[in-house]
Nanobody, 111 residues
Framework: QVQLVESGGGLVQAGGSLRLSCAASGLIFRINVMGWYRQAPGKQRELVGT???????NYADSVKGRFTISRDNAKNTVYLQMNSLKFEDTAVYYC?????WGQGTQVTVSS
């Protein structure tokens, strides 16, 4: 059974930083492409970025230069480092691989 568990969300002031984690189990983590998504109130879920098994990353234009995705295959964990946070980054953040989603973690940025 595949499980993805996000953590690290919270309330932060604009300009601040947060690091989200997504711990995976029940799959061969090191070969999976992992993705971070977010969904703001009243909006569709959108892709934040992805990381391949070899560590190649891709980001949405809205977060390029501010967010960084990394992974630790020994810990079966993927990270989302978020810097220079903006009010519009407020959303529930989810990690995903294949057809599997985590439960999400709330990030709230106060202006």
């Amino acid at each position: 059974q595949v499980q993805l568990v996000e953590s690290g969300g919270g309330l932060v002031q604009a300009g601040g930083s947060l690091r989200l984690s997504c711990a995976a189990s029940g799959l061969i983590f090191r070969i999976n492409v992992m993705g971070w998504y977010r969904q703001a109130p009243g909006k569709q879920r959108e892709l934040v970025g992805t990381i391949t098994s070899s560590g190649s990353t891709n980001y949405a234009d809205s977060v390029k230069g501010r967010f960084t995705i990394s992974r630790d295959n020994a810990k079966n964990t993927v990270y989302l480092q978020m810097n220079s946070l903006k009010f519009e980054d407020t959303a529930v953040y989810y990690c995903k691989t294949s057809i599997y989603w985590g439960q999400g973690t709330q990030v709230t940025v106060s202006s």
